[in-house]
């Protein structure tokens, strides 16, 4: 067990290798083990498989076998996300919807230097509020079925982060009406994001993507908010994205002092910062160093705090401009539909009561 | 092929390189193909069309082999690759496969 420190200090080297120059990275033949699934864990082994043939990863033989054992498997999977990729954007195209590839398919092929760097186990697809329905009709004729109902009509158009639809073999599609849960994903404008986009090719298709501002602000937001301790390849996401020559930063920062999401993204560049052992470029921490106001500050820590304590419901109806419009946000929390609430596995209103007074609670003892 | 031909990528191939293998999609397939060595050498060669005298010479610097010995047998891989669909004769000035 004394090991795994040491384990996650390689994996974590090998996740920022190639960033900056360093030391080759070596791994005690006793440790590889360990330090082979995290690499699967953390889905590196796309990196670590570059870093190996960059020099930059010292291996013996028979771990370089174990790696390409691995890394073929992630790419197998990779392979079939396309497959479905294609043939929903061929779908989507019939139906009239626009879809625009997020996260780890559009990094791959329009920031990584080699598609086969950034292994992905799901399909993360934006559209526009107004094609939400139709997006999700098409979906289901497609064959997959929504993990989880809204919670009331018309909540995921005005409220809703994402909805994820998994298929018969269990592979999900993340359908997105904005980026990122709560407050952040309140404030920033999707119809706006839609309007830059740029496509990468696959397969002899063009295929439309977020463009690479746009998806450093997707990764960003992925890996400052997405978790409280956020996994390797997401940092290096935003590592690999912010040294790329397409990125506006004049926009980036004008997007975040709009949108209000500049704490989550020094806090994405802050954490690639130090667990990649990554110097984030000049842009980055001028972002970084502007400070934050009130209401971002108390929202961030919705994220990194008081997630698990109703911080988020609680953030994203701050967000939420107007009563009325506040009034229809709690509404579909306190009083969602019995189908969502059966999907949730709290058959009857007073299971679903029992989680707010949960955060009530907790509220008054941390007074 | 013909002398003025060229050999190219399928361009509606999905396809990965792990390690100095690459792995084939046909996007209305189910599997995914493993290519052999040569067979992947081949294809990543074949980042632009290349005639099949250029092809040779390449692949046999990659694999350190004679191209006068290997010749027929660059001729068999491609052919096979062709048949299928994995790789197309195009004209040679033809842009990216």
Redesign the interface.
Known sequence: MHDVPAAASEVRRIAGAGLAPAEPVTVASGRWPIVLSGLDFHRLTGIA?TAY?SGNLVLPEEQ?EDL?VH??SA??Q???I??RL??LIGAFYAAGVRAVVLKGTAVAHAVYP???MRPFGDLDLLVAASAWRTACEVLRAEGYRRDLPEPRPGFDERFGKAATHSDAEGVQVDLHRTLVLGPFGLWLDPDELLESTETFE???RRIERLDRTGLLLNAALHAGLGSAAPLLLPLRDVAEASGHPGVDWDRLAAWAERWRVRPALARAFEIAERSLAWEPPAPAREISARPAGRAEGRAIRAYTERRRVGGMALAAMRAIPGLRAKTLYLYGLLLPSREFLRARGRPSYVARWRVPAGWVRRQLRHR | VTQAGAIARAPSVLWRRVGAEVLLADPAGQDVERLSVPASATWLLLDRPRPMAELTRLLADELGADRDEIGDRVVALVDELRSHGWLEAVDAGSGPG
């Open positions: 498989l043939e370089v390409l890394h073929r790419m197998v990779a392979l079939s396309e497959r294609l043939r080699d598609p086969t696959l397969a002899g």
